[in-house]
């Protein structure tokens, strides 16, 4: 199932600089995908046209089919449930003055979604790893890797379909990473994850395709496993020669 579609799709800032050029992607219930490539590739702007949080140029994004229509409030409604993000720095994600019950509760209550609030943001913790317990505490009370799960415990308390994930271990430290790259494939049975980074190591890891972008264009994109060991394109070759060895996922 085709779940988020983008079709000739570029972006301009200001209507000048061309940051993004006749893009075509499609994202699969199911089939975890890595966008990768180099600061000032496009990463950062093709994730916000996924999100909404900017429109496309030229081109349109799709969910589900019909266009992502940002001023359509019911249809971003039943988006925003199916669509989540975590996001690189868990010390800037996170409200300072809310309660981790509260940060978890808000896409609950921000949707409108009818359900046990309590038990909803009990289970999200349980999914995290995180004890019950820490709902009554405060972000500054956690250290780097926590935080990071209490964001995603929050993406994930509304059982999203989709969880956009950017940069989301870069930020941690190494024991830390292998944690949180864990957590995600465990919850990667039940949501499809796609991952944004500059790391060929991470998205080796989670993601069963991957999009490698070049200055806004797309140059090669494929089943992970194929890319990592036949890479076809020069600038493919290079990321993967300016990497750490590593395993080819079987």
Known sequence: MTLLDVSGVSFAYGGSKTVLQGMDLSFHA???????GESGSGKTTLLKLLLGLERASAGTV???GQTLDTRDRGFMRGFRRSVQAVF?????????????????AEPLRSLKIETDIA??????LRDVDLPADAARRYPHEFSGGQRQRIAIARAIVARP???IADEVVS???LSTRTRIIDLMRTLSSRMTFIVVSHDIALVALLCEQMVVLEKGRIVE?????????????????RLL??????PVPG
Do not use: C, K, W
């Open 62 to 64: 799709f969910f589900r």
């Open 161 to 163: 379909e989709i969880i």
């Open 30 to 36: 199911g089939s975890n995908l890595g966008i990768v």
């Open 221 to 237: 994109q494929g089943v992970t496993r194929d890319l990592l060991s036949r890479p076809a394109h020069p600038y493919t070759q």
């Open 171 to 173: 930020a941690l430290d």
């Open 241 to 246: 020669a300016s990497m750490p060895r590593m």
């Open 119 to 124: 038990e909803a943001v009990a289970g999200a």
């Open 88 to 104: 690189q720095d868990p010390y800037s994600s996170l409200d300072p003055r809310q309660r981790v019950f509260d940060i978890i």
